[in-house]
């Protein structure tokens, strides 16, 4: 059995250090973790503002403090843990689309239902629209690489070995799964397209990602964080598509069901890819000793 690695192009370092330990092989396996924490994130974030009524703002700064204790669980840890990484994940996630909503949303009828006049305590939202909180999170992003590129960290993730490294690593996926929440929304709301029609788009610009990565011009960690950005308005609307009513063009299962099931299938996932770790660990020493 081969050592785990964090990218899978053949042309970058093949150096085995100690990231192998704390960052996943990015696998087929990997990026259907990453659309079921997606999607996980966008149900469960709209479960807690809007179905329990927590409004956006209140829950931002709790799924905020979450995301904060498990990144800090995350980066304490000395080795690749299933369970640490994918919770972070998660929690960027739900962060990500509270986050997005309070940007972009505000307390008009075109995002409330049902004759509500407000959502939960506190703001209701800065009502920038999408264009513009897409803008100000590509922006924000961009600072993110530009810093990332400046301090002299390798942007692969299989070589980040350092604090520094890390901590712009998270910075990014954090500001990325918000910028994808403004996008799936504003394909599943304001686009025409519609829950169904803004998701098989955004598959379709990913099947399009999976064959640019057998053209050697184009960098394939580049090809890496498009994708991973566009797995986050995927996850948004097949989230959308679960949980909206049927007249809007959802399926209307919920999104505390939604959740639940998502959450269930993203904990399997998790336990096998932590079986998966405990093979290599166990079996690696003995490969290298033949």
């Known amino acids: 059995m081969q050592q785990p690695e964090a990218l899978t192009d053949p042309d970058v370092a093949s150096t085995t250090t100690s990231v192998t330990k704390k960052l996943p092989a990015v696998t087929l396996a990997f990026w259907i973790m990453k659309i079921a924490a ?15 009524k927590l409004g956006y703002f209140l829950t931002t700064i709790a799924l905020f403090l979450i995301f904060v204790v498990t990144l800090v669980v995350q980066l304490r840890s000395h080795r690749y843990n299933p369970f640490f990484y994918w919770t972070v994940i998660l929690s960027t996630s739900m962060a990500g689309t509270t986050t997005s909503d ?10 409330l239902s049902g004759g509500a006049t407000s959502l939960g305590w506190g703001p209701q939202g800065l009502g920038l629209g999408y264009p513009a909180g897409a803008a100000i999170l590509v922006s924000v992003l961009l600072v993110v690489f530009a810093v ?16 520094r490294g ?20 504003f394909l599943s709301d304001s686009s025409g397209l519609g829950y169904a029609g803004g998701a098989l788009l955004v598959t379709g610009a990913l099947a399009v990602l999976a064959v640019l990565m057998k053209v050697p011009a184009v960098p394939n960690v580049l090809l890496f964080w498009i994708a991973f950005v566009l797995t986050r308005p995927l996850g948004a609307t097949a989230g959308d598509l679960l949980t ?9 299962f919920g999104t505390a069901g939604s959740s639940a099931v998502l959450l269930a299938v993203l904990l399997t996932l998790m336990a096998f890819a932590q079986v998966q770790e405990r093979r290599a660990a166990t079996s690696w020493p003995t490969e290298r000793k033949g």
């Open 38 to 52: 997606t999607t996980l994130g966008e149900t469960a974030g709209d479960l807690f503002a809007q179905t329990l």
């Open 102 to 111: 309070f940007m972009n949303r505000d307390a008009g009828s075109k995002y």
């Open 148 to 163: 990332w590129r400046l301090s002299g960290t390798t942007f692969q993730i299989r070589d980040i070995v350092t604090f």
């Open 166 to 185: 890390e901590a712009l690593f998270w910075s990014a996926i954090l500001v990325s799964n918000t910028l994808g929440t403004s996008m799936g929304d």
């Open 244 to 252: 909206k009513p049927v007249a809007k063009g959802g399926l209307d």
